[in-house]
């Protein structure tokens, strides 16, 4: 890639720049233990990006079967605030997609804070719908909107 930005798989021993960065963007983080056992439950669908071989972003994903379709799900997606507004969120989400479509998902679904209106615009802006919301879905009681996203093959 021109830019520079390299995705690609995450690596045990990614965890601890991972965590940082989730800790440095959301109020109530996952921790590195959560997102060990997340790599070894969906190792293939955890990646970050890099620039210039340091970890700037990352995605956190898993398939859905509910045994009428297979959905992927977007658990966690963030990028080290240095590093924001450079298409890095844009490609993680892509490659993620990619990863869900191999999988054979029919779509993609997402929980978004309702106050979080940059994370709305930027997921519209990749073709995300709000579907519905959910009551004090977060540990602090705001509501979460779920965005789906149709894969058309």
Known sequence: MGD?????????GDIGIIAAIEAESFPDPWSAEVFSEAMSYF???????TIQGEVVGFIAGGLEDTGE??????????V????RKQGIGRKLVR???HQFAIGMAVGVQLEVRVSNRAALDFYRCL??????GIASYYANGEDAIV????FRF
């Open 127 to 132: 073709g995300y719908q709000e579907a519905f």
């Open 4 to 12: 520079g930005i390299i995705v690609r798989r995450a690596r045990p």
């Open 95 to 97: 490659r993620e997609e």
């Open 69 to 78: 379709a297979i959905y992927g799900h977007i658990c966690n997606l963030a």
């Open 43 to 49: 190792g293939d669908m955890l990646f970050v990006a």
């Open 80 to 83: 080290s605030r240095a590093c």
């Open 147 to 150: 965005m789906m996203k149709w």
